[in-house]
Nanobody, 125 residues
């Protein structure tokens, strides 16, 4: 099970750190990702990190502002978001998969075995 937290209301240019807590003792074998769903839009892939943390992937629109990291000792995956923009307003979801580890399949929702409930990020201009 996954539990996302850390969302909130922030002004443009601000920062947030989202966290996803996982239950279970084998979290390190899972690739973990963050997706988001903006108002009126479909859910989209944002970032992923391999089980060991050695490989990370980002969608082009967030490169340089978003950083995904994980702490397998704590069973957490974080998403640091800097220089927030109004277009970052969305519900952010964490997800995990043990079946895929390369970039292309990770962008699809069908690759994932577990999903968190989502945390709302609202950026005011």
């Amino acid at each position: 099970q996954l539990q996302a937290s850390g969302g909130g209301l922030v002004q443009a240019g601000g920062s947030l750190r989202l966290s996803c807590a996982a239950s279970g003792r084998t979290f390190s074998i899972y690739t973990a990702s963050w997706f988001r769903r903006a108002p009126g839009k479909e859910r989209e892939f944002v970032a992923a990190i391999s089980g060991s943390g050695s490989r990370v992937y980002y969608v082009d629109s967030v490169k340089g502002r978003f950083t995904i990291s994980r702490d397998n000792a704590k069973n957490t995956v974080d998403l640091q978001i800097n220089n927030l923009k109004p277009e970052d307003t969305a519900v952010y979801f964490c997800a995990a998969t043990w079946r895929y580890s390369s970039f292309n399949p990770l962008q699809g929702e069908g690759a994932y075995d577990y999903w968190g409930q989502g945390t709302q990020v609202t950026v005011s201009s």
